[in-house]
């Protein structure tokens, strides 16, 4: 029952570099999500998807990319890292019906020097 | 465009005191609301969610949330806090562009903190 996986955990970075974030769910749900949290600032959606092949833009998309090639994995993409995005990564999951909750993975941590 | 304000970044109680983490929202169409907490180094679980029908909602670990229309509020409450609730707890609105509820906003948090 692993629900919604994120790999990896920590990462650390240096300015410049590129790196994928890996999401992975086994419920079978249409909608997963890219959020960033940071301290006061609360979840803030990067990037989401509505359905396998498709993306869409959340609050803050700018320096990330995002893809969704099969329906239970969501990739999201630093392509030249920042310090900017040092930050806390949730992907999120759900059905895709109205009023149903997102499910969320452990998070990875990101340091970028 | 929908928006939810937690009011309160840190909440402190004693052990056994209420716990009231107030939260009020805006949304130009009928909401659906969500409680969710977030112990350290978590993610995000749903404690308990408001769609249609009865407007007290009972979730999990003893809390409940009144869905309030004429206030635009949901406010979170327990009637006896416990050190292991100890937590941050965050406020969310759905939202939907494509017809549907597919995004959630979510207010900044409030940290809870319960002292013995």
């Known amino acids: 029952n692993a629900g919604v996986t994120q790999t990896p955990k920590f990462r650390v970075l240096k300015t410049g570099q590129s790196m994928t974030l890996l999401c992975a769910q086994d419920?079978?749900?249409?909608?997963m999500y890219w959020y960033r949290q940071d301290p006061g600032m609360g979840l803030r959606l990067i990037h989401y998807?509505?359905?396998?092949?498709?993306?869409a833009k959340g609050e803050v998309p700018d320096g990330y990319n995002v893809s969704r090639l099969k329906k239970q994995n969501f990739l999201l993409g630093l392509e030249s890292a920042a310090p900017s995005q040092t930050s806390v990564y949730f992907c999120?999951?759900?059905?895709?019906?109205?009023?149903?909750?997102?499910?969320f993975g452990d998070g990875t941590r990101l340091s970028i020097l | 465009a929908q928006s939810v304000t937690q009011l309160g970044s840190h909440v402190s109680v004693s052990e056994g005191a209420l716990v009231l983490l107030r939260c009020n929202y805006s949304?130009?169409?009928?909401?659906?609301l969500f409680w969710y907490v977030q112990y350290p180094n978590q993610g995000l679980q749903l404690l308990l969610k408001?769609?249609?029908?009865?407007?007290l909602v009972k979730g999990i670990n003893g809390f409940e949330a009144e869905f309030k229309k004429s206030e635009t509020s949901f406010h979170l409450t327990k009637p006896s806090a416990h050190m292991s609730d100890a937590a941050e707890y965050f406020c969310?609105?759905?939202?939907?562009?494509?017809?549907?509820?597919?995004?959630?906003?979510f207010g900044k948090g409030t940290k809870l903190t319960v002292n013995p």
């Open positions: 408001y769609t249609t029908g009865a407007t």
């Open positions: 419920m079978n749900h249409e909608y």
């Open positions: 949304s130009s169409v009928p909401p659906y």
């Open positions: 969310a609105v759905s939202v939907g562009t494509q017809g549907g509820s597919e995004k959630l906003v």
């Open positions: 999120a999951s759900s059905y895709r019906a109205d009023g149903q909750p997102q499910h």
């Open positions: 998807s509505v359905g396998e092949g498709t993306t």
